[in-house]
């Protein structure tokens, strides 16, 4: 079992920028994480997965080219860098991971999840 713990999170005006943390228990490198948010009253949705080498991502549209899904397994940490924030990107932000190999948006493949951090954009 691993226990996952985000930080990073906070209030930034349109435009700012962000890095979340994902910090794991365990050895990450066993892992393909995931990032996902929730707005209070919505679905949680994926925002960003990466392989477990960290040589492959995939991004959900809405992030795609502003968002950065990175890892250093060494330090058994995940990021989230979220650039170019928008209003519509204010939600709280989970990591999770999955010891299945291969890239996937589905929640449920995902074992083990993290408390969740708040993210606030607005002027």
């Known amino acids: 079992q691993v226990q996952l713990v985000e930080s990073g999170g906070g209030s930034v005006q349109p435009g700012g920028s962000l890095r979340l943390s994902c910090s794991a228990s365990?050895?990450?490198?066993?892992?393909?994480m995931g990032w996902f948010r929730q707005v209070p009253g919505k679905d949680r949705e994926f925002v960003a997965a990466v392989t477990r080498g960290g040589d492959n991502s995939m991004y959900a549209d809405s992030v795609k080219g502003r968002f950065t899904i990175s890892r250093d397994n060494a330090k058994n940490t995940g990021y989230l860098e979220m650039n170019s924030l928008k209003a519509e990107d204010t939600a709280v932000y989970y990591c999770?991971?999955?010891?299945?190999?291969?890239?996937?948006?589905?929640?449920?493949?995902?074992?083990?999840w993290g408390q969740g951090t708040q993210v606030t954009v607005s002027s």
């Open positions: 365990g050895s990450l490198s066993d892992y393909v």
């Open positions: 999770a991971v999955t010891p299945r190999p291969g890239l996937t948006k589905s929640q449920p493949a995902y074992d083990y």
